[in-house]
């Protein structure tokens, strides 16, 4: 068995098996019988078992044949030099390659194999396949991971930074057949009875049949009377026991013979009795069972000796070479020959003395192939670079030329699985070649044939342009298409390396707006994520994966639609409440601000005495920046009160902005209850700071005395160790503090360190600010402080003084409407400010939702802004998108409430003759005719004719009623009444309906009852299909 | 787990495009077969065949669904040179069928990419040609979709043109992204003064991918892609071309031509291959795309701004699936 890489340069042939889709044979010195297969992370590992390596810039995945075989070589080179997918899958083949006795160990260390390369896997193929799979889950921790199995997706994959595409197919040799040699043509059996029969053509002329099923040897030779080589060998797809063999031109003998491989019978039947037996083990599927093919057990059953037939069943072809072959797909006694001298001859075989014949190519016809979605279509190649395609029914002359424009042609193959398709390669070439024969052809027909293209030397009839070139890295010996992928071709060179190449030619993709994805594979489609199942990772079972930069977040697009349906709409209350659904920080952060903002600035309002009549701003949603710079009343100084050596501003601006804030002690609030809430929700960090922002020291003591009898009760949840210390250092530093202030700088000092130690931002702000000496300072710690903007904001306002606090405000505002932050609506309110921070809290996430349903809150009731319309626009074309309707409507109505003036009719009724329009008045004075209107609530006003020019309105076309004209402007008037509208609206059988290009219409009811059986206007004469518009 | 289901579309060739209706209960799918296939979402989930025809007399490259509120439409283009309008009525007996409203058959080459506009500009179809034209038609009257007249016809380039892409943004000029056989995508506006199409800007590559073939055909571009705007203040745009590459385009100030910036965001290689397509959600949040390597790769952006690969989707078949 050669392992030696450079003894090379071989001619080599490749062949798909006709029955089992992942095998494949390759024949050059013996016949050797591969099996691919996924490795179940589908990142691809380059599977190449030569010792030097081939850059992996290129996808495809190779085997090098030469050195692929022996089993202690696989162990050997683990150790070479190259990244470590390379190691894993070198012991994934050795595991799959050895023998059964190791399943159950392979299996237990799947688990344990550090492999640091590895990815998310299906548990699937460990069951399945469990002795192949020595790629690891990361942990070796998750035992239970094993029983997830098909938790895993195994068509996606989530690679990390970094990640390297590796091939996800492994090529496993399962059986080398040495006996045959001298090989110069192959073709396996087209009987499915017997799915690893092979026939061969040898150098000596001997055409021999070969099996993998048992032991390889030869079952059966046909010799010759002379010896030549052998050029070609074909089955007949029907009959499929004969087989036809080309061999070199002989001086007066035949050079075609066709043999029958029955030719005794008795043998064979024996021999199919046995092949059934293997096929039934499994052996022939499986490919881990390499030892039990090669056991020797069945030696003793076979027949040892190899039959040779020297009868053929039929021979022709005098005294020329035969270099191609192929039966006639709907005549089976019929063989077609090209010869070396240039002629194409189609045999009778059971009358052999007659024969049509053409020339064909300059020299010979060295190729020849039935296209197989067309039985009257064949292919052939010559010596030189064309390619020509014929019709048997049209024998004379190709009906198209294929020129290739390399020198001489090495093979061609028509694709399989695609019509009109012909793949052809070079002698001494590296590259494959598809061409679409269909293209021209058709060409002719279109209805505008290119002048300039007619003028050139363009020859309608020929093909240069192939639809798609495969570039492989070596010289092509020979290549073969997957029977039934449409997209993959095996190629081995002349060095023996085997690449699996795909062929897309385009693979389309669409995006559904639910998020499901389709996209081609061939002709196949793929529609997903199927029912239960995500485009993003279940993060609980991919364990390893991490989700620090919200990759794996669902998408906005999803959440937008999930939210929407439940409910998320522009009524404040109901999204507050919403809020664990919606489950999002900002997002509730807003709508809570949004629920309880306007009530509190609107009691300051009432408090400080401005009237709303004369103020010009009536926009009660505005943020703390307006609050404290831009309204009115700013100037209102506050006062100044020293608490225990920390100056403490006070303005009724100040204590507005921090009640909104959260903050705003006030008697109806005190900081009792502010504190007790936090200390229910275990915020115990929170609730001392808060004391101390307020400087009510004992307070934050008594906080902190409650924790540690807490932790002693055991009854509320346990702080953690690190907690229930750092609260205790703070109770010390606390203590120090005094009633006098901090006048002490050492203890100053101390408390600067030890805050750097706190990892709580809450402690560690408690601590610096305690410590500070001056406003500057207090600024500072403000500043660099990363607790909630909200309490920031509060402190600020305590305890800066006007210049520092807006420079902080204005400061603040400008990064939280950069960043899109949405707990900045603070600071902006929803305003034309708040209009840029949403702007770029969509830029950051596409949540259009929420910005346009926020933002309606105000828009267009208090102010306008382009930008809103635009977003509520998209985001009534995104419900569209997703057929909800009734969301849609209920986002259209709540923003017309909002609205601060009534919407005006859009509808206007007028009369056909006089053009004067149906207004309200006009109409009710009308019909005031037959009584007083206001005696009947429901009242609805119906005119039989115009009011200004006393024509009749139209008619019904069926009915012949008049219409009854019901004017809208009547609900538009009352719109606040809302009982009245549902009274007074008409059922929807009234109302009146036509035909947008006859114009002949309705009672509505009547116009839907006549088109449930007829489909033409109602109107006599009118031919108008109004239905079907 | 399969997250993927997979079905045979009994096409006789490769499909050339696919393409969900705008309520994604629809796919039309077209191929080299010359068939227009469409398939609708029953009530279990399941695609079901709910047409085919015979569409062209070449291989069918491309499929657009016209906005519903023009009906049922498809618009196709194919290798033919000709640009077929598809409409689904009702005939007497109340079978739905797909009749041809129109062809359009103004091009000199093979038509290789149809787009229809946003649905504010009315029912307009833009193409694209191997010729080297971009040919605007509209339906004048959209209850008759049988008369089609070319609006504004114009040339980007010498050559043939790959891909075309419509600013999705009713908000905006009618703009366009073109990508051709050239590494360079060019940005064409509607200017309303001059009542024609204006260059306004290309994108040339910035990161290069040494590893590949570095003529410009090697650069070609092959698909090109308009993020939905969903209100953002930029725009987006994806393309994927043969030099192995997926690139993210940024665009800002787009209404006016001293600011605008054109930025390359994201330029990946992931694929190894020659990538074929590009295609934005609805939000224009996750962009797929699609390489010669049979793999589906889905970007999205992270929280630092950055685009990352999400997932690969393979769409081979496997052993299990039998």
């Known amino acids: ?1029 | 787990m399969r997250v993927f289901h997979r079905f045979s579309t009994s096409h006789e060739d490769l499909i050339h495009d696919v393409s969900y209706d705008f309520y994604g209960k629809r796919i039309a799918t077209c191929s080299s077969d010359q068939k227009i296939k469409v398939w609708d979402l029953n009530d279990n989930g399941e695609w079901g065949l709910s047409a085919e025809w015979k569409a062209h007399s070449g291989s069918v490259w491309k499929l657009a669904w016209a906005h519903p509120e023009f009906g049922q439409v498809i618009a196709s283009c194919s290798f033919d040179r000709t640009v077929c309008i598809w409409e689904e009525s009702e005939d007497e007996k109340g079978q739905k069928r797909w009749q041809l409203k129109a062809t359009l058959v103004d091009s000199r080459d093979s038509v290789t990419d149809i787009k229809f506009a946003p649905k504010s500009s009315g029912l307009r179809l833009a193409t694209c040609s191997s010729d080297g034209y971009i040919r605007i038609y509209e339906a004048m009257d959209i209850m008759n979709l049988s008369q089609w007249t070319i609006v504004e016809e114009f040339e980007p380039q010498k050559g043939s043109n790959n891909c075309i892409s419509w600013n999705p943004s009713s908000y905006d000029k009618p703009m366009m992204a073109v990508g051709s056989n050239d590494p360079y995508l060019k940005i064409w506006e509607y200017n309303e003064t001059g009542q024609k199409w204006v260059h306004l800007d290309t994108l040339s590559p910035v990161g290069n991918n040494n590893n590949y073939d570095s003529s410009e055909s090697g650069k070609a571009i092959h698909d090109v892609c308009w993020a939905p705007n969903m209100g953002r203040s930029y725009h987006l745009i994806a393309t994927a071309s043969k030099d192995h590459t997926v690139r993210i385009w940024k665009l800002t100030n787009i209404h006016d031509k001293s600011k605008m910036e054109l930025k390359e965001i994201m330029c990946k290689n992931d694929h190894r291959s020659e990538v074929w397509r590009v295609e934005w959600n609805i939000t224009g949040t996750v962009l797929a795309s699609s390489g010669d390597d049979g793999n589906v790769f889905l970007w999205k952006c992270n929280m630092n701004g950055e685009w990352k690969l999400l997932s690969i989707i393979n769409g081979e078949e496997r052993n299990e699936d039998r």
């Open chain 1, 1 to 1029: 068995m050669s392992t030696v890489q450079n003894s090379t340069s071989r001619k080599r042939i490749i062949q798909w098996s006709p029955h089992d889709t992942n095998s494949f044979i390759v024949g050059s010195n013996d016949i050797r019988l591969y099996n691919i297969k996924y490795t179940d992370s589908f990142d691809n590992g380059i599977y190449h078992h030569s010792h030097h390596h081939h850059s992996s810039t290129n996808r495809q995945q190779y085997i090098n044949e030469d050195s692929a075989v022996a089993l202690d070589q696989y162990s050997n080179s683990v150790s070479s030099p190259s990244s470590p997918y390379l190691i894993n899958n070198k012991l994934s083949h050795h595991n799959s390659t050895g023998s059964i006795a190791n399943v159950g160990k392979n299996f237990n260390n799947n688990n344990n194999s550090n492999n640091r390369f590895s990815l998310p896997q299906q548990n699937h193929h460990n069951h399945q396949h469990g002795n192949s799979n020595s790629h690891s889950h990361h942990n070796s921790s998750n035992k239970d991971q094993s029983n997830n199995t098909g938790a895993f997706s195994y068509d996606i994959e989530y690679p990390q930074d970094g990640w390297e595409p590796k091939d996800k197919k492994s090529i496993s040799l399962i059986s080398v057949n040495s006996e045959v040699q001298l090989m110069k043509c192959m073709s396996w059996s087209p009987d499915q009875s017997d799915p690893n029969l092979v026939a061969c053509g040898l150098t000596n002329g001997r055409a021999i049949l070969t099996s993998f099923s048992s032991v390889n040897r030869i079952l059966k030779e046909f010799a010759p009377r002379h010896i030549r080589a052998c050029n070609t060998l074909a089955w007949n797809p029907i009959f499929k026991h004969q087989i036809a063999v080309g061999l070199d031109k002989v001086r007066g003998d035949m050079s075609t013979l066709v043999w029958d491989i029955n030719y005794i019978n008795s043998f064979k039947q024996q021999q199919q009795q046995h092949h059934q037996q293997s096929i039934k083990g499994g052996l022939v599927d499986a490919p881990h069972t390499i030892s039990q093919i090669s056991d020797n057990s069945f030696s003793t059953i076979t027949n040892d000796y190899t039959e040779t037939i020297y009868q053929p069943l039929s021979e022709f072809t005098l005294s020329e070479a035969t270099l191609s072959l192929a039966w006639l797909p709907n005549s089976p006694h019929c063989l077609m020959v090209g010869t070396g001298s240039k002629w194409l001859k189609i045999y009778d075989i059971r009358d052999t003395n007659t024969s049509q014949a053409l020339t064909t190519h300059q020299k010979s016809v060295s190729g020849l192939c039935f296209d197989p979605f067309d039985s009257n279509r064949f292919a052939t190649m010559g010596e030189d670079s064309l390619v020509r395609i014929w019709d048997l029914r049209k024998f004379d002359e190709s009906i198209l030329t294929i020129n290739t424009n390399c020198k001489s042609l090495q093979q061609i193959e028509w694709c399989p699985t695609r019509s009109g398709v012909l793949a052809t390669v070079g002698k001494d070439k590296n590259t494959i070649k598809l061409w679409d024969i269909k293209s021209p052809i058709d060409l002719s027909k279109s209805p505008k044939p290119d002048r300039k293209q007619s003028i050139s030397n363009y020859d309608p009839n020929t093909i240069t342009k192939p639809t798609k070139t495969h570039h492989s890295t070596e010289i092509i010996a020979s290549f073969s298409w997957h029977p039934t992928n449409e997209c993959r071709m095996l190629t081995v060179s002349y060095s023996g390396v085997i690449e699996v190449v795909s062929m897309n030619e385009n693979i389309p993709i669409s995006w559904s707006p639910h998020g499901n994805l389709s996209f081609s594979h061939g002709n196949h489609l793929l529609e997903g994520p199927s029912k239960g199942t995500t485009i993003e990772p279940d993060l609980n079972i991919y364990k390893n994966l991490k989700n620090e930069d919200g990759r794996y977040d669902r998408d906005i697009s999803l959440k937008m639609k999930e939210r929407a349906k439940f409910g998320y709409s522009a009524n404040v209350e109901e999204n507050v409440n919403l809020g664990t659904k919606i489950n999002d920080e900002g997002i509730n952060f807003l709508w809570n601000w949004i629920s309880k903002t306007p009530g509190q600035i609107r009691t300051h309002k009432k408090k400080m005495l401005i009237n709303e009549e004369t103020q010009k701003d009536k926009n009660d949603f505005v943020g703390i920046h307006h609050i404290l710079f831009d309204s009115d009343n700013y100037f209102l100084n506050p006062s100044v009160e020293n608490v225990c050596g920390f100056l403490h501003y006070k303005s009724h601006n100040r204590f507005l902005c921090s009640s909104i804030c959260g903050w705003g002690v006030s008697p109806s609030l005190p900081l009792e209850l502010i504190i007790s809430k936090l200390e229910k929700q275990y915020l115990y960090e929170k609730a001392v700071a808060m004391a101390v922002f307020h400087l009510d020291i004992k307070k934050a003591m008594v906080v902190l005395n409650n924790v540690s009898n807490l932790s002693k009760s055991a009854l509320s949840p346990s702080l953690s160790k690190d907690r229930e210390f750092n609260l205790k250092v703070l109770s010390i530093a606390l203590a120090g503090f005094g009633d006098s202030g901090n006048t002490n700088p050492i203890w100053r000092e101390t408390c600067k360190s030890t805050a750097k130690s706190f990892s709580d931002p809450y402690l560690k702000t408690c601590l610096e600010f305690l410590s500070t000496s001056d406003s500057k300072e207090i600024y500072n710690v403000i500043e660099d402080s990363s607790i909630n903007l909200a309490d920031k904001i509060a402190l600020a306002c305590r305890y800066l003084d006007h210049q520092d606090l807006s420079t902080f405000i204005d400061k603040n505002t400008l990064a939280v409407t950069e960043m899109g932050n949405l707990q900045g609506v603070l600071l902006t309110g929803l305003t034309e400010k708040g209009i840029d921070l949403l702007q770029n809290y969509i830029d950051r996430t596409a949540d259009i939702q929420t910005a346009c349903l926020a933002i309606s809150v105000v828009v267009p009731k208090i102010f306008r802004d382009k930008r809103v319309s635009k977003w509520h626009s998209i985001y009534s074309d995104l419900l569209d998108h997703w057929s909800l309707w009734h969301e849609r409507a209920t986002l259209d109505i709540q923003r017309a409430a909002n609205k601060a003036e009534p919407t005006q009719p859009q509808i206007f009724a007028k009369c056909g003759y006089c053009q004067n329009s149906f207004s309200f008045e006009a109409v009710t004075a009308a019909s005031m005719v037959g009584g007083r209107s206001q005696a009947r609530p429901n009242f609805k006003s119906k005119v039989p004719c115009c009011p200004s020019c006393k024509q009749s309105l139209p008619r019904c076309c069926l009915c012949l009623l008049p219409l009854n004209c019901m004017v809208p402007a009547v609900d538009y008037k009352k719109p606040t009444d809302r009982e009245s509208w549902k009274a007074g609206a008409e059922p929807f059988e009234d109302w009146f309906t036509w035909c947008q290009t006859c114009r002949h219409g309705g009672h509505a009811q009547h116009i839907l009852d006549w088109f449930q059986e007829h489909s033409v206007c109602p109107v006599t004469d009118c031919t108008c299909r109004c239905s079907s518009l």
